[in-house]
């Protein structure tokens, strides 16, 4: 099921998440590289993508959902669109840096899959950077309709949103976002994503052959109990 499968959410995606400091810090990595061939797993609209997609680089995005690639299509540009997850990545050994934008790798149930999928697509020295929600923060105690309530207007009408925590189980949470419109049309999108550990993604990195760092944000903050986010890089030896 597509969980973006309403062209009126996709239209929003982008105002509700614009580029910031963490497109910043993608495109930093891609220059540092000299990256030549990049792919960009969970590109959704395509914004960071597109913006990727510089003279004499070959640039890759891929995507679980037909409507967000449908979107992204319809602003031209060089990039290649594969509609897939991470065993849409061929194993060409010839990638440069492949990103995941989003918390995109917190949708992913095998990690162990995906970083394998990653690891024959990269070169040797070959970089994987993305980011992740770290678990000791507890987002998800805020995903409810008493914290989460409120309303505005949109480019696709007035919206009246709020979330619904749904189950919290090992690392794994569910929650209903709900999209109300004033003509009474409440469109609920259901999200899974897994909470997992520093030490968790970075032993499955390492089973996938990389030697990986972590930062606690997106300007080398040092990485602690405290940390929101948690950036990975992994280089594959």
């Not at 999209?179 to 469109?187: A, E, P, S, T, V």
């Amino acid at each position: 099921m597509d969980p973006y499968g309403d062209e009126k959410l996709v239209e929003l995606y982008d105002l509700d998440n614009p580029a910031g400091d963490d497109h910043a810090y993608f495109r930093s990595v891609a220059d540092s590289l000299n990256a030549a061939k990049i792919i960009d797993l969970g590109c959704g609209t395509g914004l960071l993508t597109r913006s990727l997609a510089t003279p004499g680089r070959e640039v890759i995005g891929i995507d679980p959902s037909p409507t967000m690639l449908n979107y992204a299509r319809r602003t031209p540009s060089s990039v290649t669109w594969i509609s897939g997850d991470a065993t849409a990545i061929s194993p060409t050994g010839d990638v440069d840096l492949v990103l995941c934008t989003g918390n995109t790798v917190m949708h992913i149930p095998d990690l162990a899959t995906a970083f394998a999928a990653i690891a024959g697509a990269l070169r040797t020295g070959g970089v994987l950077v993305f980011e992740s929600r770290n678990p000791e923060a507890r987002a998800w105690e805020s995903w409810t309709r008493e914290a989460s309530y409120g309303d505005r207007d949109t480019p696709v009408g007035h919206l009246t949103e709020w979330l619904d925590l749904i189950e919290v189980s090992d690392g794994r949470v569910v929650f209903d976002a709900h999209n109300l419109y004033d003509d009474g049309r409440d469109d609920v999108y259901r999200s899974e994503l897994y909470f997992r550990s520093a030490d968790e993604i970075t032993a499955a990195l390492e089973t996938a052959g990389f030697v990986v760092g972590v930062t606690g944000g997106w300007h080398g903050e040092e990485f602690g109990p405290s940390s929101r986010l948690m950036v990975f890089r992994a280089e594959k030896v």
